[in-house]
């Protein structure tokens, strides 16, 4: 039994509890007991909805201000450490061994009471006419099953079949309570139905009263119909549901409590309804009756699967209260509860919105700050894959160890521990492969080789991942510099708690113009002596990487204040590049060879803008027209594109074009012939769209293709499709 | 009359010289507080709404005089301002309702859009849907301005002798 998801499911129904109970106070005699009884409804949201759900977000989540489950699991982590792991997988099986045995005795309470009442003899005639004629009176269901067993107070018992029980001797309220009723009510002493067998409002009684006795609001009337309204209301439901909590929580006193609250609250509850049934003018009276009713009842336990209108006398205060305030709240002020008790619930069970994912890392003096401060940055988890990356990169720019334990995944956490506080006691050396030099290679490649760090730019190509994994190619060049020598890393990201990155290829290429990685889709063809290749990638990037980064602050005094980490890219670009390839032996030296291409998945182009040759010149570009297209040229002039891209298709979708189309999805190039010669693909178009929002760029499995028509002085010579397939 | 105008103006308004905000929310709450008190014949209601305006006086005056976040404080407060001002309004509609029963029905309107446009805001805010944002914010100006205006357009008892 995972003990720790038990502590955290635990830990944070206690705190949503606490929360409704401080709210509760808040409200205490400003709102009535339908709102104090439905305010629990954010408490079963919680039970309900699994811990570490995230389920939708909010501007303020309670468990953004109290982590609990980070601090349960710090705490799991300290007990690894602590090598204390034995003794909370025995905790586990006490805990599970508690719930078990807690279950097994409410369920032999529950047999042994269904039992009893089963054998019970049932209500005479006189009880179920009487019981009949208060439900017919109060326009409430009855109850079919009465049955009359030794107990203090009447209850209903049962899911599918309830039974009303009523208490075999004493009466329903007691002689003496009932003459103190008469007595504090100043009016004619009036047939006290004290006796089940007693009929009452069928006929007049003899007394001077007993004219309007039959009218009359009996003592009796208010306990009966109280049950009703529990049958009528499914409480006995909400009997078992905390029972069921109690077993759960078993070892949790505030649940006990809370619970408990819960039940006092429901029985309030039924209270209000018994006066909106009986009128405001019954509420002494009936308050009074209460107060009888749990006079010297000392403990009276709550059996499971029952109502239980008598609680314990302690109980009794908040009831009366609420009676008390019988009608004194607020007219019309069902709209107002409603709201604060759904955005109540909605922070109860939603997480911090995506701007508010962030560390707060505590500054590091110390071997033993460092080590606080990887625990803080373990236990945080990358929400999306997207973020990962975005944190590996941080840790690159600034060299910094604890944004890096962030992304590490779990089964190099320990020895990247040691990396880290070795790392941090060698203040000599500015770069962790100093660590290993004179020795043998004791670590992995947790931080690239050669990384310059604040003075690298980062696009990212190619982001694919699945639920559980993915991959990603990382280009890393010096910040300003457009070509030459860059480093490529291939990062692999899985989904441990939260994801992880690891750095599993890094390699420095070099490059004449811009870097362009591995497409995702590929295809080629041939007509006839001309190869059209098509390729196809995704490119990203991160605005707030893109600044030179403080790096070499790595320790701070003070606590870091974060930005929140971005949970996608600022921005993706969907690119495709077609070439074309002279394979031929035959000259075309002096001809002109056009290349146009359609584009086959875009007939359509849904409202998206499309740069036409000639506006490709206005973005200052090459102006010879050859067709040689660099993606780099058009990326540069995005400030003034993004002005004029199309917003249309999705609303929250920017969307960025660049790339030598004409409308339509159409493309063209024209080349002398002597640049075709050898064989050297040439760029016929290339360029892409970008966008703010995930979801929208290239994947794996898709396809994508043109068509081609290859003109020579004017005429058509080849066309053809091209698709691509996958790599 | 006056304690409420004044009061909504406080707390429903915000007017910043750098970062000083000129018409601080906990003014507003002390003066609605204030108009509470005033009334020689107060409803039970506002006995009982009365002592929350303190409360969110207090909670405001922190925030005013020292920055920092508590997102438990802040869902508490939300929930104690919603409906503690839904409630004065509602007080101030019965008050005026045998006289003026246009206007009581106006306010108890537009109350009622206050309270479902925050709750909205504060459902629909964490997605960044800018439109809709936007459409949002627009309203709840709207609604406030609306409320102002309405609270302005109240006749006083004299005015109504009068």
Same mark, same amino acid.
């Given at each position: 039994?995972?003990?720790?998801?038990?502590?955290?499911?635990?830990?944070?129904?206690?705190?949503?509890?606490?929360?409704?109970?401080?709210?509760?106070?808040?409200?205490?005699?400003? %709102?009535?007991?339908?709102?104090?009884?439905?305010?629990? %409804?954010?408490?079963?949201?919680?039970?309900?909805?699994?811990?570490?759900?995230?389920?939708?977000?909010?501007?303020?989540?309670?468990?953004?201000?109290?982590?609990?489950?980070?601090?349960?699991?710090?705490?799991?982590? %300290?007990?690894?450490?602590?090598? /204390?792991?034995?003794?909370?997988?025995?905790?586990?099986?006490?805990?599970?061994?508690?719930?078990?045995?807690?279950?097994?005795?409410?369920?032999?309470?529950?047999?042994?009471?269904?039992?009893?009442?089963?054998?019970?003899?049932?209500?005479?005639?006189?009880?179920?006419?009487?019981?009949?004629?208060?439900?017919?009176?109060?326009?409430?269901?009855?109850?079919?099953?009465? #049955?009359?067993?030794?107990?203090?107070?009447?209850?209903? +018992?049962?899911?599918?079949?309830?039974?009303?029980?009523?208490?075999?001797?004493?009466?329903?309220?007691?002689?003496?309570?009932?003459?103190?009723?008469?007595?504090?009510?100043?009016?004619?002493?009036?047939?006290?139905?004290?006796?089940?067998?007693?009929?009452?409002?069928?006929?007049?009684?003899?007394?001077?009263?007993?004219?309007?006795?039959?009218?009359?609001?009996?003592?009796?009337?208010?306990?009966?119909?109280?049950?009703?309204?529990?049958?009528?209301?499914?409480?006995?439901?909400? *009997?078992?549901?905390?029972?069921?909590?109690?077993?759960?929580?078993?070892?949790?006193?505030?649940?006990?409590?809370?619970?408990?609250?819960?039940?006092?609250?429901?029985?309030?509850?039924?209270?209000?309804?018994?006066?909106?049934?009986?009128?405001?003018?019954?509420?002494?009276?009936?308050?009074?009756?209460?107060?009888?009713? @749990? &006079?010297?009842?000392?403990?009276?336990?709550?059996?499971?699967?029952?109502?239980?209108?008598?609680?314990? /006398? #302690?109980?009794?205060?908040?009831?009366?209260?609420?009676?008390?305030?019988?009608?004194?709240?607020?007219?019309?002020?069902?709209?107002?509860?409603?709201?604060?008790?759904?955005?109540?619930?909605?922070?109860?069970?939603?997480?911090?919105?995506?701007? $508010?994912?962030?560390?707060?890392?505590?500054?590091?003096?110390?071997?033993?700050?460092?080590?606080?401060?990887?625990?803080?940055?373990?236990?945080?988890?990358?929400?999306?894959?997207?973020?990962?990356?975005?944190?590996?990169? #941080?840790? +690159?720019?600034?060299?910094?160890?604890?944004?890096?334990?962030?992304?590490?995944?779990?089964?190099?956490?320990?020895?990247?521990?040691?990396?880290?506080?070795?790392?941090?006691?060698?203040?000599?050396?500015?770069?962790?492969?100093?660590?290993?030099?004179? &020795?043998?290679?004791?670590?992995?490649?947790?931080?690239?080789?050669?990384?310059?760090? $604040?003075?690298?730019?980062?696009?990212? /190509?190619?982001?694919?991942?699945?639920?559980?994994?993915?991959?990603?190619?990382?280009?890393?060049?010096?910040?300003?510099?457009?070509?030459?020598?860059?480093?490529?890393?291939?990062?692999?990201?899985?989904?441990?708690?939260?994801?992880?990155?690891?750095?599993?290829?890094?390699?420095?290429?070099?490059?004449? @113009?811009?870097?362009?990685?591995?497409?995702?889709?590929?295809?080629?063809?041939?007509?006839?002596?001309?190869?059209?290749?098509?390729?196809?990638? *995704?490119?990203?990037?991160?605005?707030?990487? &893109?600044?030179?980064?403080?790096?070499? *602050?790595?320790?701070?005094?003070?606590?870091?204040?974060?930005? @929140?980490?971005?949970?996608?890219?600022?921005?993706?670009?969907?690119?495709?590049?077609?070439t074309v390839s002279y394979l031929g032996e035959e000259s075309l030296e002096g001809h002109t060879v056009k290349v146009?291409?359609?584009?086959?998945?875009?007939?359509?182009?849904?409202?998206?803008?499309?740069?036409?040759?000639?506006?490709?010149?206005?973005?200052?570009?090459?102006?010879?027209?050859?067709?040689?297209?660099?993606?780099?040229?058009?990326?540069?002039?995005?400030?003034?594109?993004?002005?004029?891209?199309?917003?249309?298709?999705?609303?929250?979708?920017?969307?960025?074009?660049?790339?030598?189309?004409?409308?339509?999805?159409?493309?063209?190039?024209?080349?002398?012939?002597?640049?075709?010669?050898?064989?050297?693909?040439?760029?016929?178009?290339? @360029?892409?769209?970008?966008?703010?929002?995930?979801?929208?760029?290239?994947?794996?499995?898709?396809?994508?293709?043109?068509?081609?028509?290859?003109?020579?002085?004017?005429?058509?010579?080849?066309?053809?499709?091209?698709?691509?397939?996958?790599? | 009359?006056?304690?409420?105008?004044?009061?909504?103006?406080?707390?429903?308004?915000?007017?910043?010289?750098?970062?000083?905000?000129?018409?601080?929310?906990?003014?507003?709450?002390?003066?609605?507080?204030?108009?509470? !008190?005033?009334?020689?014949?107060?409803?039970?209601?506002?006995? !009982?709404?009365?002592?929350?305006?303190?409360?969110?006086?207090?909670?405001?005056?922190?925030?005013?005089?020292?920055?920092?976040?508590?997102?438990?404080?802040?869902?508490?407060?939300?929930a104690v301002s919603l409906y503690a001002l839904y409630v004065l309004f509602g007080e101030v509609a019965e008050r005026? !309702?045998?006289?003026?029963?246009?206007?009581?029905?106006?306010?108890?309107?537009?109350?009622?859009?206050?309270?479902?446009?925050?709750?909205?805001?504060?459902?629909?805010?964490?997605?960044?849907?800018?439109?809709?944002?936007?459409?949002?914010?627009?309203?709840?100006?709207?609604?406030?301005?609306?409320?102002?205006?309405?609270?302005?357009?109240? !006749?006083?008892?004299?005015?109504?002798?009068?």
């Amino acid at each position: 039994m995972d003990i720790w998801s038990i502590l955290e499911y635990t830990a944070s129904v206690t705190v949503i509890g606490l929360l409704i109970v401080l709210v509760k106070l808040v409200f205490y005699d400003k %709102l009535d007991a339908r709102w104090h009884y439905f305010i629990w %409804l954010v408490l079963l949201a919680r039970i309900l909805v699994p811990v570490g759900v995230e389920a939708i977000p909010v501007p303020l989540s309670v468990f953004g201000q109290i982590p609990v489950g980070r601090w349960v699991e710090m705490a799991r982590i %300290l007990a690894q450490n602590g090598k /204390y792991n034995g003794l909370f997988e025995i905790l586990g099986r006490v805990y599970l061994c508690g719930a078990c045995v807690l279950a097994l005795f409410y369920l032999a309470m529950w047999i042994w009471l269904r039992v009893r009442v089963a054998l019970a003899p049932g209500a005479d005639e006189a009880v179920r006419e009487y019981v009949d004629q208060v439900a017919r009176k109060y326009g409430v269901p009855g109850c079919r099953d009465i #049955r009359v067993c030794k107990s203090r107070t009447p209850y209903i +018992c049962g899911l599918m079949h309830p039974v009303l029980v009523l208490p075999a001797q004493g009466g329903l309220t007691g002689r003496a309570c009932l003459e103190r009723l008469n007595e504090t009510d100043g009016k004619p002493p009036v047939e006290p139905v004290v006796d089940p067998s007693a009929v009452i409002g069928a006929e007049s009684p003899q007394t001077e009263a007993g004219a309007s006795a039959a009218n009359a609001v009996l003592p009796g009337e208010q306990v009966i119909l109280h049950e009703l309204l529990h049958k009528r209301y499914g409480d006995v439901m909400v *009997n078992l549901a905390v029972h069921a909590v109690r077993v759960v929580n078993w070892f949790n006193p505030f649940a006990w409590l809370l619970t408990g609250a819960l039940l006092n609250d429901s029985e309030a509850l039924c209270d209000q309804r018994v006066l909106e049934y009986c009128g405001e003018e019954t509420a002494r009276g009936y308050g009074e009756l209460l107060i009888c009713m @749990g &006079e010297g009842a000392g403990r009276n336990p709550v059996k499971i699967g029952t109502s239980n209108m008598a609680s314990s /006398y #302690r109980n009794m205060k908040t009831r009366i209260r609420r009676i008390r305030d019988f009608r004194k709240v607020p007219k019309r002020i069902g709209l107002v509860t409603l709201c604060i008790t759904l955005m109540l619930t909605v922070s109860a069970i939603g997480s911090a919105a995506g701007d $508010m994912y962030r560390m707060e890392i505590p500054g590091v003096d110390s071997v033993d700050d460092l080590k606080k401060a990887l625990l803080y940055a373990r236990c945080y988890h990358a929400h999306t894959p997207y973020e990962a990356i975005y944190l590996f990169l #941080r840790s +690159c720019k600034e060299s910094n160890t604890i944004y890096r334990m962030a992304v590490m995944p779990e089964k190099e956490i320990p020895r990247y521990g040691e990396f880290a506080e070795k790392w941090f006691l060698r203040q000599d050396i500015t770069t962790w492969e100093g660590l290993s030099r004179g &020795e043998t290679d004791e670590y992995p490649a947790y931080f690239p080789t050669d990384s310059q760090g $604040m003075l690298m730019n980062y696009r990212i /190509y190619n982001l694919t991942c699945d639920e559980k994994q993915g991959s990603a190619t990382v280009y890393a060049m010096p910040y300003g510099q457009q070509s030459g020598t860059g480093l490529e890393w291939r990062l692999e990201v899985t989904r441990e708690d939260g994801w992880k990155v690891w750095l599993a290829q890094e390699a420095q290429t070099e490059v004449n @113009g811009a870097y362009v990685p591995e497409p995702l889709l590929s295809g080629s063809a041939l007509l006839g002596d001309f190869r059209i290749d098509l390729s196809a990638y *995704n490119e990203g990037g991160f605005r707030q990487l &893109e600044k030179a980064g403080s790096g070499l *602050n790595w320790y701070q005094n003070d606590v870091i204040e974060e930005e @929140g980490y971005p949970q996608y890219f600022s921005m993706e670009y969907k690119c495709r590049n077609v070439t074309v390839s002279y394979l031929g032996e035959e000259s075309l030296e002096g001809h002109t060879v056009k290349v146009l291409t359609t584009d086959l998945e875009n007939q359509d182009t849904g409202g998206k803008r499309e740069y036409s040759a000639g506006a490709r010149k206005s973005v200052g570009g090459n102006q010879d027209n050859t067709g040689a297209m660099d993606p780099a040229e058009y990326r540069e002039e995005l400030g003034r594109m993004a002005g004029e891209a199309s917003k249309e298709g999705a609303d929250a979708v920017t969307v960025e074009s660049y790339g030598q189309y004409h409308s339509g999805g159409n493309a063209s190039a024209v080349f002398d012939g002597g640049e075709l010669a050898g064989g050297a693909p040439r760029l016929v178009c290339g @360029g892409g769209n970008g966008y703010s929002q995930p979801g929208c760029c290239w994947e794996k499995g898709d396809r994508t293709g043109v068509f081609v028509q290859i003109y020579i002085d004017g005429n058509l010579v080849e066309e053809g499709e091209v698709w691509s397939g996958n790599l | 009359m006056k304690y409420l105008k004044w009061g909504i103006l406080f707390t429903f308004l915000d007017f910043y010289i750098g970062r000083l905000n000129l018409l601080p929310a906990f003014v507003g709450m002390l003066i609605l507080y204030g108009s509470l !008190r005033s009334h020689e014949e107060p409803t039970p209601a506002e006995g !009982r709404v009365a002592p929350l305006f303190l409360v969110l006086a207090a909670d405001y005056f922190l925030h005013w005089i020292w920055q920092f976040e508590n997102a438990v404080e802040e869902l508490i407060a939300l929930a104690v301002s919603l409906y503690a001002l839904y409630v004065l309004f509602g007080e101030v509609a019965e008050r005026i !309702r045998p006289a003026q029963p246009d206007k009581a029905a106006r306010l108890e309107f537009l109350r009622a859009c206050m309270v479902v446009l925050q709750c909205v805001v504060f459902l629909v805010s964490p997605y960044g849907i800018q439109a809709l944002n936007f459409l949002l914010a627009a309203l709840v100006i709207a609604v406030c301005i609306a409320l102002i205006v309405a609270v302005c357009g109240i !006749r006083t008892q004299e005015a109504v002798r009068g």
